[in-house]
């Protein structure tokens, strides 16, 4: 059972956090209590974003005081249903991602670290389900998880100065569709069609914490296709 605890952060914020390490249960938590906060707080609190294992409440300094705000969220705490806390209902995606060696530059490595064949590591990937544990690095950046324990592995120790918006990559269990061309030191490991954020979109983002993601193979010659074909923001849903 997961028992959320809370922290001052900041001048005009708090942190409800649910544990220390991340584990799927624990982000599910922090992204259903982020839900509920929506409806449990009034205007004084001007943002409400759950992260991997905690959500940030910032309030209103001139609509209430910290010592209020504080008592208004541990009396949430205190009253919170901990089993309304183990699900969420996130929306499912199909993405296809092309694995060849041209769009997957880091396959091999990526493959080496985790001592299993290319054929092992794509059937994992298209076989599994991820959840959008949070956002962030970039606008709309989803961060994926959790993979097997078979795919833990630490980040590169070499930064490659960029990849592409699309990509896929993968390191400490998670994997991370690319907002748009960044740096990373993390393993290029697949490359997808998906816009993951555009600004005059309302919207602006197209993934949001506790959707389900799976991916299934496509040919770079496919890859290119979806790529003409899609408009921002268009996947495959119902996966």
């Known amino acids: 059972m997961l028992h959320p605890t809370l922290h001052a952060f900041g001048t005009d914020g708090f942190l409800i956090r ?4 991340l584990t799927q249960d624990a982000n599910t ?17 001007i943002e409400i974003t759950s992260a991997l294992i905690s959500v940030l409440v910032r309030f209103n300094p001139s609509e209430i005081s910290p010592q209020e705000a504080e008592r ?14 183990e699900t969420t209902q996130g929306r499912r995606f199909s993405i296809p991602c092309c ?55 630490p980040r590169r120790s070499a930064i490659t100065p960029q990849v592409p918006k699309g990509a896929l990559v993968s390191a400490v269990q998670q994997l991370i ?11 290029h490991i697949g490359q997808t069609p998906v816009t993951c954020f555009e ?9 949001r914490a506790g959707d389900v993601l799976t991916f299934h193979a496509c040919s770079a010659s496919e890859l290119k296709q979806y790529e003409a074909q899609l408009s921002p923001f268009e996947v495959v849903h119902g996966a």
């Not at 649910?18 to 390490?21: A, L, S, T, V």
């Not at 938590?29 to 609190?45: F, N, R, S, V, Y």
């Open 18 to 21: 649910f544990g220390e390490d």
């Open 99 to 153: 694995f060849d060696p041209e769009h997957a530059p880091d396959m091999q490595d990526f493959c080496t670290a985790l001592n299993m064949s290319r054929s092992q590591v794509i059937d994992t990937l298209t076989s599994c389900s991820v959840s959008v544990l949070t956002l962030g690095f970039a606008p709309g950046q989803p961060y994926l998880g959790l993979l097997p324990e078979a795919f833990f592995t």
């Open 29 to 45: 938590a922090a992204i259903t209590c982020a839900e509920q906060l929506q409806d449990h707080c009034g205007t004084w609190a």
């Open 199 to 207: 600004p005059k979109a309302t919207p602006p983002n197209m993934f």
């Open 177 to 187: 569709i690319y907002a748009a061309n960044n740096p990373t030191g993390w393993y």
């Open 72 to 85: 208004a969220l541990s009396q949430f705490i205190d009253a919170i249903d901990t089993k309304s806390l």
